[in-house]
């Protein structure tokens, strides 16, 4: 341990996309490189956020069934990785999934609590109905990239994805600074690059960042934790939004088919080298259940899965 340099290590903290964001650096420049990366969320938050009347998603929601929309390279980028989990995962990821999030009344953070009870039936199936990644347009044009939605009263919600991608790019803003050791966390999706800056109490050099994942019904405990040198782990869960109705609990999470929350697994924790996939990921496989949920991660080159189901048993799942 006395060999161990003292590396300056930053900490900042923010509010984007509707969660906490924390930016851990170390090394030449990280104060810099730190607020940087907070600022890079941010922005992404402005163009991503559907309930922000200014951002390019408002835009293609508001013409929906009407055209096209020129939006910044970043969004299309963003909708394109989306669709991509969107087909791979048969649509239980579904960016279109808006409507049913507004029926159950999950919408913006913003927007207060949800409500108390089930929307009725015919509310859910007629939010089903305007439910379909397959009608989203995206054409490229030189440089221009322009989405839109087939039919009115559908619209985009980019929150299983946002997260993850805002993640990956405020690291990238990191990297390059010149940082080489830093952790970015946008609400549970967390990104690293390097090794944890070495402490007096490490026994050696070059340890990993440890991540703990957090216990789905103990706020304060530790499912198990992960450690991480590269690539990102991602989180969603049954216990982060939601509400209570006649002893049974309705979470944020909803399965586009049935069109009613998700069942089977209460957490999800997925590693991938892109948080934007590792986000899109646990989403999906919360709503695949524990079943599909690990076929898919079997079959999702260079994934890892942490899944927790109703009865808190823990199951690790790797792709090839
Ligand atoms: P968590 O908030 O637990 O981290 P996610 O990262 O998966 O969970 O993001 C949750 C958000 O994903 C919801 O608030 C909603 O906007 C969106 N969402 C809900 N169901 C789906 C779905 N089936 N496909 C894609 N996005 C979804
Ligand atoms: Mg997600
Ligand atoms: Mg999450």
């Known amino acids: 341990a006395a060999a161990h340099q003292d590396v300056p290590v930053v900490r900042r903290a923010g509010f984007a996309m509707g969660t906490f964001v924390q930016v851990v650096a170390a090394g030449a420049g990280a104060q810099a490189a730190a607020d940087a990366a907070l600022e890079e969320v941010a922005r992404l938050d402005r163009l991503l956020n559907r309930f922000d009347a200014t951002s390019p998603v408002a835009a293609i929601n508001a013409q929906a069934g009407r055209g096209m929309v020129e939006v910044p390279a970043e969004v299309g980028e963003v909708v394109t990785l989306a669709l991509d989990v969107a087909r791979r995962t048969g649509g239980a990821f579904d960016p279109t999934v808006a409507p049913l999030v507004d029926a159950w009344g999950f919408g ?7 409500p108390s009870r089930p929307p009725s039936p015919q509310a859910i199936e007629e939010a089903r109905q305007r439910v379909d990644y397959t009608a989203v347009r995206l054409e490229r044009e030189g440089d221009a990239v ?17 997260k993850g991608y805002a993640a990956d790019r405020a690291l990238a803003v990191l990297r390059a600074h010149g940082v080489s050791s830093a952790l970015v966390d946008v609400g549970g999706e967390i990104a690293v690059l390097g090794r944890r800056p070495a402490t007096a109490s490490d026994r050696e050099d070059g340890e990993g960042w440890r991540v ?16 991480l040198t590269t690539g990102a782990v991602a989180t969603s869960g049954d216990y982060e939004r939601l509400f209570e109705w006649e002893g ?73």
Request: charged fraction near 20%.
């Open 108 to 114: 913006a953070v913003e927007r207060g609590e949800p």
């Open 146 to 162: 322009r989405v839109g939605l087939a039919r009115a009263g559908m619209a985009l919600d980019l929150g299983g994805i946002a």
């Open 212 to 227: 703990g994942i957090q216990h789905p019904r103990d706020p304060r405990g530790l499912v198990t934790t992960v450690e």
């Open 248 to 320: 049974r609990r309705y979470h944020h999470l909803i399965d586009p088919r049935t069109g009613w929350p998700a069942t089977g697994l209460v957490s999800v924790s997925v590693l991938h080298e892109s948080a934007a996939v590792a986000d899109a990921l646990a989403t999906a496989v919360m709503v695949l259940g524990p079943r599909r949920g690990q076929a898919l991660v079997r079959e999702w080159p260079g994934a890892q899965a942490i899944l927790v189901d109703e009865s808190l048993r823990v199951t690790r799942v790797q792709g090839p």
